[in-house]
């Protein structure tokens, strides 16, 4: 995954558009340039309204860059080519700030839709998504729809789908927001397990605490732009 001079402003809710005449005041994010090394582990931190869910929403293609060019897993992003679009999607895992959670579904069938969706049958995915749901303290919460579910509960079972595909890029906002620290660490444990079984992983943080407790490498965006800052204390 890289940017290259990638920059985004907003205009009445729309990104906007060259011909909008950019100014560099109305950005929220200026000429970035990086790259995630396939297989590497990073937060991202920054003040609120820093521009870390637009950047993510960048990533995740539901937002288009002002300028510049995003590559994903070595393919340019193409905004409006939706065979690309849904191709590239198809490999990502995103946990959402807002969970986004089918409230007609319950926990088991939310956490396996996406498995559902690909075409598995039940008893190829039973036993995964059971397993996975017991990793986020969901094992007693299987049948229970999603609004009775408290707001760490939502966030655990949105962690669960997001993963249950063994997606190649993780990227998720605020994954902890709404569980306490020791859950949240277990959280962790999850996404760097995954992280060593190969995949990429991004998440977009406040919680200094997780940041300096699972000692990976932490990329800060301060006004637009993106520093890399090395933790080199914690625990892995
Ligand atoms: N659709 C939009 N239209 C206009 N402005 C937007 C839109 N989405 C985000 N913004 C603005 O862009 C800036 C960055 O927002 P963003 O949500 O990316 O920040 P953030 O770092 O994720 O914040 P937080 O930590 O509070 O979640 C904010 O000033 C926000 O108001």
């Known amino acids: 995954m890289a940017f290259h001079g990638v920059s985004l402003g907003y205009d009445l809710g ?4 060259l011909a909008a005449g950019l ?10 340039n990086f790259e995630l090394p396939a297989g590497s582990f990073h937060f991202l931190t920054g ?3 820093s521009g870390k869910t637009s950047l993510l929403k960048m990533i995740y293609l539901a937002q288009k860059p002002t300028t510049g060019v995003i590559e994903l897993f070595g393919e340019t992003i193409r905004p409006h080519d939706r065979a690309q679009t849904a191709g590239l999607r198809r490999r990502l895992g995103i946990i959402f700030q807002d969970f986004r959670l089918l409230e007609h579904l319950n926990v088991f069938d939310n956490a396996a839709l996406p498995l559902f969706v690909h075409g598995a049958h039940f008893h190829e995915y039973h036993d995964d998504v059971t397993e996975l749901l017991n990793w986020v303290g969901l094992k007693n919460r299987l049948d229970a729809m999603p609004n009775v579910l408290s ?5 655990r079972l949105a962690i669960a789908r997001a993963v249950v595909t063994r997606p190649t890029l993780i990227l998720a906002d605020e994954p902890t927001g ?3 620290y020791a ?33 990976m490498p932490v990329l800060e965006l ?12 914690g625990v892995r």
């Open 183 to 215: 859950m949240g660490l277990r959280i962790m444990r999850l996404f760097i397990e995954l992280n060593r079984l190969g995949a990429t992983v991004l998440i977009a943080t406040h919680d200094e605490g997780l940041v300096k407790a699972s000692g």
């Open 151 to 155: 707001g760490g509960e939502k966030q």
């Open 222 to 233: 301060r006004q637009g732009q993106l520093f890399q800052r090395d933790v080199s204390e």
């Open 23 to 32: 100014n560099e005041d109305d950005l929220i994010l200026k000429n970035l």
């Open 178 to 180: 709404n569980i306490d």
């Open 14 to 17: 729309m990104p906007k558009t």
């Open 47 to 49: 003040p609120s309204g």
